[in-house]
């Protein structure tokens, strides 16, 4: 409960640290050179793409973690309900077959024995009681736990939608600078702040049609998500353990279909397993050359990428 606290605190401190704008400059400061003028853009850049890429961040690991919350939910409602269907089955055969019958009496071999089977009955009967209540109990705790984390993402969703004030700054900057690279950057990180106010609404799996697509545009998790169905959530680095969980198989082997999930950077990474040959193999992958930029590479097995593992089809 601790943790959820803390990511709703941090969200709130997300919010706050949202760009505002170019700092004033000092009546009494000297002009920037043009040199000074561009690093000072270039920073900007930087800065915006930095929070941009931690709320984004955010908001896939409190996807993941909703989740969680949500299938442990379920599994707490199922066992209540298979307690409580026991402790009914057990007064139904007590209604029928009372253990204070005459016959229990009559065949009691002495009144130990009839004590003993009385107290074991009633034993049984306690423990379900306290089984049934202790699933209650549970289920209200993690009902508690997923109401707040849902809270936390819907935080750090707002923080995140509010990048499009990186845009419009941004095009301002594009405007303004003289430089060719910075205005591409400029417009890349356009592009980039409007895909992230506009994300694909997450769509129940129907067996057929488009995969759904609850991934934020432009990055290596979105792109591999286009390619096969994903329904589980969170960044590259929580894909290994979230797909697990799904019951989706994995391995050390690189299969064509598969993907490939790689701790090449903090988030992780993964791509798409293209073709095999051997120990080595093709992926094609978003944002590792460039954000929403898909491309290629070949992989050796042992080699320098430090491949977590591949998960496979269902």
């Known amino acids: 409960m601790n943790r959820v606290r803390l990511y709703l605190a941090a969200a709130v401190m997300a919010v706050a640290v949202l760009p505002a704008g170019v700092a004033s400059v000092r009546a009494d400061a000297p002009n920037p050179t043009p040199q000074q003028q561009l690093d000072q853009l270039n920073a900007q850049l930087t ?13 896939e690991r ?31 055969l007590e209604y029928e077959q009372p253990a ?4 229990s009496i009559l065949e009691a071999t002495s009144l130990q024995q009839l004590l003993s089977n009385i107290a074991q009955a009633r034993l049984v009967a ?14 209200r705790q993690d009902e ?3 109401t707040e984390m849902a809270a936390r993402l819907a935080l750090v969703q707002s923080a995140r939608d509010s990048a499009a004030q990186v845009a419009t700054r941004t095009l301002t900057l594009r405007d303004t600078a003289k430089d060719a690279a910075l205005r591409a950057r400029a417009a890349t990180l356009v592009q980039q702040a409007q895909a992230t106010t506009n994300q694909p609404q997450i769509v129940k799996w129907s067996g057929s049609g488009a995969y759904p697509n609850h991934f934020s545009f432009g990055y290596c998790t979105y792109y591999v998500a286009t390619r096969r169905y994903v329904p589980w959530f969170g960044n590259a680095i929580q894909w290994w353990a979230n797909a ?15 993907i490939m999930v790689t701790s090449e950077s903090s988030l ?15 992926v094609s992958e978003m944002n590792f050359s460039g954000w929403n930029v898909v491309d290629r590479r070949t992989i050796t097995l042992g080699g320098r990428v430090p491949i977590m593992g591949f998960i496979y089809g269902q």
């Open 47 to 59: 800065g915006d793409q930095a929070k941009l890429t931690d709320l984004n961040d955010q908001v």
């Open 62 to 92: 409190a996807q993941a973690d909703v989740d969680q919350l949500s299938r442990k939910l379920a599994d707490d409602q199922q066992r209540e309900t298979v307690v409580s269907r026991e402790l009914v089955m057990m007064g139904k």
């Open 100 to 103: 204070f019958s005459l016959s």
């Open 126 to 139: 306690h423990k379900q009681r306290n089984l049934l209540d202790q699933a209650r109990g549970l289920r």
């Open 144 to 146: 508690q736990a997923h």
């Open 244 to 258: 697990r969980a799904y019951g989706f198989p994995e391995g050390q082997t690189p299969q064509v279909g598969s």
């Open 268 to 282: 992780g990474h993964v791509a798409y397993v293209e073709s095999v040959s051997g120990s080595t193999f093709v």
